[in-house]
C-alpha cells in the first residue's frame, strides 16, 4: 500500500481564511487537513498567541511588537479585515476571521474535533524568553493531556523551531514530544544530513527540496522524516511526494489532498 503523505495546514487553511485565525483552523480541519500548523508567540502578560511576525502591523489594524501587547490589547485588534478586505471589499466582519487566537482556543478548537488532528507547533522568538514560551507550551499541552503520546498511537503533538535550543528545551522536559529543526538553508554543520542532537524530525523549507535533493536523501539516509514547508504548488508537491517525504505543510489543504488521491 502506498505511503500516506500527512497534509498539514499551514496557519490553518490560510488560502481560504486570514492566517492563525479560529476560520482558518475550522476550514482546514473541514477540508481535511491531518494535522494544523501554527506560530506561537509570548504575549506581555505571558498568554501564548497565534501571530506569525515579531509585531502585529502587517496581520491587523494594530502596530506593535506582540511581546509588547497585553492579551486583551490583542483582542481588541482586527486580524481578518486585511485579508477579506482585499478578497471581499463589502465583507462586514465575523469575530472567527477577525480575533486573535490563542494557543489554548485553538486546543479546545481539536479536542472538540470528531477527528484525530494532530498539531505542528511551532515555537517563535524563543530565545529572547528564556525558556517561558516551552513552558507555557508545555503547561497548556498537559492540560489538554497532549504532552504524551496515547497508548500504540502516534504524538498528537510536534513542536517546530528555526531554534535547536528551543528544541532541546523541550525535550529536556517532555522528552516525548518529537522535535522538528526548520530550515531555511542548509547550515555547514547540517550538511551530512545531521540534525542537533535527539531531533528525529528535518524540517526544510521548499526551495532547499528543489535545489538541493541529495541533501534531502542524506537527511532520509540519516533516519530523518522529512517535513516540508510550505508546498503550495501541485508541481512542489508531486515534487515532495516523489522525495518520500512524510509531510507537507501548506497554505492549500484540500488541493494538496485532492493531488494526493484523498
Ligand atoms: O512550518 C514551518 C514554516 O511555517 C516555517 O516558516 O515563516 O511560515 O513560520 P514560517
Ligand atoms: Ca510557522
Known amino acids: 500500500m ?12 490560510s488560502e481560504d481564511a486570514p492566517e492563525h485565525t479560529l476560520a ?6 473541514e477540508d481535511g487537513a491531518d494535522a494544523l500548523e501554527c ?9 501564548l498567541v ?3 511576525d515579531r509585531r502585529v502591523n502587517r496581520t491587523s489594524n494594530g502596530r506593535g511588537a506582540v511581546s509588547a501587547l497585553e492579551l486583551a490589547d490583542l483582542a481588541a485588534l482586527d486580524f481578518g479585515s486585511w485579508k477579506d478586505r482585499e478578497e471581499s471589499p463589502d465583507w462586514d466582519g465575523d469575530p472567527e476571521r477577525t480575533s486573535v487566537l490563542t494557543l489554548e482556543r485553538l486546543l479546545e478548537l481539536v479536542a472538540d474535533t470528531g477527528r484525530p488532528v494532530q498539531l ?10 528564556a525558556g517561558q514560551v516551552e513552558e507555557r507550551l508545555l503547561f497548556l499541552l498537559k492540560r489538554f493531556g497532549l504532552d ?12 517546530m523551531s528555526f531554534s535547536a535550543r528551543s528544541l532541546h528545551r523541550v ?9 522538528v529543526y526548520l530550515m531555511q538553508f542548509i547550515s555547514p554543520r547540517m550538511r551530512d544530513g545531521r540534525l542537533p542532537a535527539g531531533v528525529t524530525i528535518a524540517g526544510p523549507g521548499m526551495r532547499i527540496v528543489r535545489n538541493h535533493p541529495g541533501f534531502i536523501r542524506k537527511l532520509q539516509d540519516a533516519g530523518h522524516s522529512v517535513h516540508v514547508w510550505t508546498v503550495n504548488e501541485p508541481e512542489d508537491v508531486q515534487l515532495c511526494a516523489d522525495m518520500g517525504v512524510e ?3 501548506t497554505n492549500r489543504p484540500r488541493q494538496v489532498l485532492s493531488q494526493l488521491g484523498r
Open 2 to 13: 502506498p505511503r500516506t503523505i500527512q497534509v498539514v495546514a499551514h496557519r490553518g487553511a
Open 24 to 29: 482558518a483552523y475550522r476550514k482546514a480541519i
Open 39 to 47: 506560530d506561537v508567540r509570548l504575549t506581555a502578560d505571558g498568554h
Open 50 to 52: 497565534l501571530v506569525h
Open 120 to 129: 505542528a507547533i511551532e515555537t517563535k522568538h524563543p530565545t529572547r524568553w
Open 148 to 159: 504524551a503520546p496515547p497508548p500504540g498511537g502516534p504524538h498528537p503533538v510536534r513542536v
Open 171 to 179: 525535550r529536556a522536559a517532555a522528552p516525548t514530544v518529537p522535535t
Open 247 to 249: 509531510a507537507i505543510i
